[in-house]
Nanobody
Framework: QLQLVESGGGSVQAGGSLRLSCQASGDLYHSYSMGWFRQAPGKEREGVAVIDGDSNPTYEGSAEGRFTISRDNSKNALFLQMNNLKPEDTGMYFC?????????????????WGQGTQVTVSS
């Protein structure tokens, strides 16, 4: 079982950057895919970026080229560097852990979730 705590959200103007962090506690962090998911008001939760157990990343289309997901297994940590932010990136960002080989599309297979951190991008 994992406990996940996100940090690093905030309010920025379009074109700005934020770095999200997720600290995991528990066992076998390295055996999970780790991902970032976003939920905007009135919308379903969607995958933004996932890094699998072999550290292979996948990105949702609009995140590709602007966001970078990374993990540090020695520190049970997950990161999301977000550059050139756009108003449509606004939402609550959740860190989650899922099966070893997962992609950003596998939202429903992720088992452990953090409480989320808010990202607001103004135009």
């Amino acid at each position: 079982q994992l406990q996940l705590v996100e940090s690093g959200g905030g309010s920025v103007q379009a074109g700005g950057s934020l770095r999200l962090s997720c600290q995991a506690s528990g066992d076998l962090y390295h055996s999970y895919s780790m991902g970032w998911f976003r939920q905007a008001p009135g919308k379903e939760r969607e995958g933004v970026a996932v890094i699998d157990g072999d550290s292979n990343p996948t990105y949702e289309g609009s995140a590709e080229g602007r966001f970078t997901i990374s993990r540090d297994n020695s520190k049970n940590a997950l990161f999301l560097q977000m550059n050139n932010l756009k108003p449509e990136d606004t939402g609550m960002y959740f860190c989650a852990a899922g099966p070893f080989y997962s992609t950003y599309e596998d939202v429903k297979s992720f088992r452990y979730w953090g409480q989320g951190t808010q990202v607001t991008v103004s135009s």
